[in-house]
């Protein structure tokens, strides 16, 4: 059976920092790009950031370059997504995604996803 499932969200003040897990049931874990998405209420589901099999390679949105940094750890079939200088417009349901093979930015590439894990930049 796979799941995926993300923990770590909550509320946080702008400028602050949060970090996301994602655990993974799939096997071999390693064999997959894993990547973070968000959904803002009214808005498309957005890519965030994806790291490679291997860890080696990342890609990120614009939006959160230089303040999110993704990484994974194959031993604990984990991904992280930490979050830095926190924005309210970074505010959204964060979704953990994977898929076979190579680092992706597609949402239609993913074909396994978690349910979600709120974020809520406020004052």
């Known amino acids: 059976q796979v799941r995926l499932v993300e923990s770590g969200g909550g509320l946080v003040q702008p400028g602050g920092s949060l970090r996301l897990s994602c655990t993974a049931s799939?096997?071999?874990?390693?064999?997959?790009?894993m990547a973070w998405f968000r959904q803002v209420a009214g808005q498309e589901r957005e890519f965030v950031a994806a790291?490679?099999?291997?860890?080696?390679?990342?890609k990120y949105a614009d939006s959160v370059k230089g303040r999110f940094s993704i990484a994974r750890d194959n031993a604990k079939s984990a991904v992280y997504l930490q979050m830095n200088s926190l924005k309210p417009e970074d505010t959204g349901v964060y979704y953990c995604?994977?898929?076979?093979?190579?680092?992706?930015?597609?949402?239609?590439?993913?074909?396994?996803w978690g349910q979600g894990t709120q974020v809520t930049v406020s004052s």
């Open positions: 790291v490679i099999r291997n860890g080696g390679s990342t």
């Open positions: 799939i096997r071999p874990f390693s064999m997959y790009c």
């Open positions: 995604a994977a898929v076979y093979g190579g680092i992706d930015s597609t949402q239609d590439a993913y074909n396994y």
